[in-house]
């Protein structure tokens, strides 16, 4: 008979840029195996540190009696292998509290804890070990020391560390992926919450991309439960840039059906292509560029149009004057612009083929990409004194630009495709990054209720603007 567990987090305002992470990441994996999903956030006993409300938390869904088994897990850490079910690490002990050991003792990160009046004692005890309110390791010290009695410790299951709890600390990493989780304690090693923030991020978007290699392999393989639809057409604008910002959505589209084709202009057939190349289902077709796509793309299947074409009202979009043009972009095909990182075909890519990693050149060059054949031009003096590299339009993909991109110490940008693909990359983060916002004027299309594209695309990075 399979147990009723629940799965519980703790996340408040001050830990919000890390739950905007790791809670929909473990949310989704909730709803997967059907496990109820307890987001607190708000201290039960807001005198006390708001670690130590973990045991309080612990203590009153315990006392509920609703479930067999809680299962605690820090907002600092995500799922990666969302196959692995709880059931099957808890597995038939006979043992009421589970958590594992790092080079520190125990480590409260990831534990469980049967719905069992033991587990209430045992927690309350916990909480009254007051000499611990100020220890480092505060309340999972005093949950060590409770443990010294060897009664209580005869209720513990020991768990290997990376069954539950693999690190992806800079200093103390164990974690491979396939692991059931990843855990950055003490900020992950890199010095600041937004810093975790950052490297949570970048951990979040791989396993999204390995689970939809995955899926699609499975699919392939033939599993009757992953089966896609046969095709659809993507529909969007023609620049290179917006190329670049709705490709996520065709490979997200792709984990849905078994063809898609995606549209390009002979001009940027090559580009487009690369953008592809490890993801065959999608097929690049050519039409017309502006104004009006529409009338001579593919459309086979189910159709997904994104843009701004005032002009036609057959084809007319929604489109929300509080948000970017990209937002918008997504929005119009129902989906959130996360994705437009997280399914993004380009870092994939970059790291395959061509080495995009930061060298140990002894020459320090500063990228500089505008565009001043159309009047786009970056002024002189906002230029630092390294030289510089302007490349020209590359033959064949834009791609081509990533080892200069990613080997440059500065990179300067308009509001470009050059300035998404950047956007695009897995960066070193101490490559500065400078916006030329001035260089290009806003672009405005006239729309019948207004102007739209006041607004600034989203960006992940630490651009420094130059207004």
Known sequence: MSSKIAIVTYCDQNYQEIGDISIPNKRAYAQKHGYDFIIETHPIDPRKHVIWNRLLILIRMIAENKWDWIFWTDADSLIDNDEIRLEDIIGSTDKDFIISKDHNGINAGQLFFRS???SIDFLREADSRTEFYNHVWKEQEAMRNVLFNPIHESHVYYIDKRKINSFGHVQYLDYQPGDFMVHFPGEGGVGSRSA????????????????????RSDMQDGNPCLNRKDECTFVCHLGLGDLILCSAIAVYLSGQYKTVYFPSSAQHMDSVRSFFILHPDIKVYECSNYPDPYKNCVMRGDIFRTGFYGWDKQVDLPVDNNISFAENFYRQVGLDYSIRWDYSPIPEIASRFYNAKLSNAQVKYS????????????????????PTIRPNNPEGSILAYIPLICNAWEIHVIDSSVMHLVESLDLNPDIKLFYHKYARPVRRTLYENGRWNDYNVPTRKNWNVFN
């Open 116 to 118: 069992c009046q033991w």
């Open 367 to 386: 990228f500089v990409h505008d565009d001043p054949n159309r009047g786009f031009c970056i002024k002189p003096h906002r230029l630092c004194s390294l």
């Open 196 to 215: 975790m923030a950052r490297l949570m991020r970048r951990y979040d978007t791989d396993i999204k991309r390995r689970n939809l290699y995955k899926r």
